[in-house]
């Protein structure tokens, strides 16, 4: 192609996404590593729970891409479904094409037909194509049997949230990034206080550092209550 970046849809804006701001749970060292070597084009399926970061490494991945001059595509299902399956039309063309929230088209006729012939299309241009889904491979109740039959030969990786006892290395590292000043006993309270996943806890962050700047205080306890 001959502007080899991510394609603009309004949901593929400039991500600010990244694998170095993810922090990796040790049991999905070996799902990252697979994701970031593109130097193969290895198709993967990516299940797992809400709030696990799917969404946010397919996104990283994108930009992964983008900073190696290869094309990209982010689709998440839920908002693109509305718009008609001709939008993935020639999409095979692409490097990389990340698809999110597949059990969205369970049962949708024209959709699975289209994503089956997106995987076949793929295979002969060499674009790589990662998905993602709630469910594990073979547990999405298609009614289009060779879709299925497809997806059962991507390389499969169930990504697991961030487990307890790493939660508080987790959020100390997303908040030293994002230049973000948490204390130690503040972290432990907003992991004893709060849901206890991530993606919860990194709204809360943000939530904290506006109210932070916007009443010129320091992060501290009684300031975690006031937004609680």
């Not at 290869?70 to 095979?92: N, T």
């Amino acid at each position: 192609m001959s502007n080899p970046k991510q394609l603009t849809f309004p949901w593929n804006k400039s991500f600010h996404s990244s694998f170095e701001s993810f922090y990796v749970d040790p049991q999905n060292e070996q799902l990252i590593s697979s994701l970031k070597n593109i130097s193969i084009n290895e198709n993967i399926y990516i299940y797992g729970l809400k709030n696990s970061g799917k969404t946010y490494l397919l996104q990283s991945l994108c930009n992964e891409y983008s900073k190696s001059n290869k094309s990209s595509l982010f689709l998440p299902l839920i908002d693109v479904i509305k718009h008609g399956i001709e939008i993935i039309d020639s999409i095979e063309n692409m490097d990389l094409v990340c698809i999110d929230g597949l059990e969205i088209i369970s049962h949708n006729k024209e959709w699975e037909v289209g994503l089956f012939n997106l995987i076949n299309n793929a295979l002969q241009t060499g674009c790589r194509l990662v998905f993602t889904s709630s469910s594990e491979e073979g547990k999405i109740n298609f009614s289009l049997a060779d879709l299925d039959s497809r997806i059962r030969k991507f390389q499969s990786y169930e990504i697991f949230s961030i487990s307890d006892e790493h939660l508080f290395k987790a959020l100390k590292k997303i908040s030293n990034l994002r230049s973000i000043t948490l204390g130690e006993k503040e972290a432990q309270y907003l992991i004893t206080y709060t849901k206890r996943n991530i993606a919860d806890l990194v709204n809360i962050l943000e939530s904290l550092d506006q109210l932070s700047i916007e009443n010129k205080r320091r992060i501290t306890i009684p300031l975690i209550k006031e937004l609680l």
